[in-house]
């Protein structure tokens, strides 16, 4: 089965810089978009950043300049490098990933992935 695996959340002082990585495994036939959501308590999940698999990023306006996405195809892992982190931006982060999987005939199947989630609190 297709997995999404989280790492990198924690508890960091605003101005601060904190970097988050999502590897996939499985049976993997290609990954398409992959991107980061955030949702901050009482709120509803927003998208963060992605990036497709053709190049070229896109970024919520309130993290530009900011957030870096970025994608390493031969491990199956998406980045996010967040710098001057700010008490807003504390919240739970999940990755996810359009992923193609092949079944026993060769057919195409294309579902999203998610991972479990990660905590970053940005107080001081």
């Known amino acids: 089965q297709v997995q999404l695996v989280e790492s990198g959340g924690g508890l960091v002082q605003p101005g601060g810089s904190l970097s988050l990585s999502c590897a996939a495994s499985g049976s993997i036939f290609s990954i398409n978009a992959m991107g980061w959501y955030r949702q901050a308590l009482g709120k509803q999940r927003e998208l963060v950043a992605v990036?497709?698999?053709?190049?070229?990023?896109k970024y919520v306006e309130s993290v530009k300049g900011r957030f870096t996405i970025s994608r390493d195809n031969a491990k199956n892992t998406v980045y996010l490098q967040m710098s001057s982190l700010k008490p807003e931006d504390t919240a739970v982060y999940y990755c996810n990933a359009d992923i193609v999987t092949l079944g026993l005939h060769g057919g195409k199947y294309l579902r999203v992935y998610w991972g479990q989630g990660t905590q970053v609190t940005v107080s001081s």
């Open positions: 990036i497709p698999s053709g190049g070229g990023t």
